[in-house]
């Protein structure tokens, strides 16, 4: 069904902030030579605190980039591809914490480790709406340039 769509320049399209996953037309030629990228959601850079917690004791690291859907967390563990953790963004600015209840590790680097984000509590989910939104916002103004 969605080649199907495809060929009639029909394409799923998920909200980054909300998660509602829509239909959406984009006219063209859709040929790309780029590598597909699974993600469902755009990662911003970031520079957050953050710990993944299984069990005691728990490992701190620095999250590099973020999405609704998960995140890439500078730091060194043992903790092996598939790990289910429960991972805490502490928030900038002195905001409540981020916590996300349910999280898997998905990919190891030598310095890094992709974290996917599988179940919040609604408010947290609602924080971490928030908080990509002011990436996004940031991310996409305009450089001041000084007069």
């Known amino acids: ?40 959601y755009r ?6 605190a953050a710990t993944l917690i299984l069990d005691q004791p ?4 620095v999250v590099t980039d973020i999405s609704m859907g998960g995140c890439t967390v500078q730091a060194t563990t043992s903790l ?31 310095l890094s480790i992709g974290v996917k984000f599988l179940e919040f509590h609604s408010e947290d989910k609602q924080r971490m709406g928030q908080l990509i939104l002011e990436l996004l916002a940031y991310q996409q103004a305009p450089p001041r340039i000084p007069a």
Not at 12 to 29: D, E, H, M, S, Y
Not at 43 to 48: D, H, K, P, V
């Open 1 to 40: 069904m969605e080649k199907t769509l495809n060929r009639l320049s029909i394409f799923q399209v998920r909200c980054q902030l909300c998660a509602t996953r829509f239909q959406a037309r984009r006219p063209g030629n859709r040929l790309t030579t780029q590598e597909f990228d699974r993600r469902e």
């Open 43 to 48: 990662r911003l850079s970031a520079n957050f």
């Open 58 to 61: 728990a490992t701190g690291g």
């Open 80 to 110: 092996p591809r598939g790990t289910f953790v429960k991972f805490v963004l502490h928030a900038p600015s002195g905001q409540p914490d981020i916590k996300v209840d349910a999280a898997m590790i998905c990919s190891i680097q030598p």
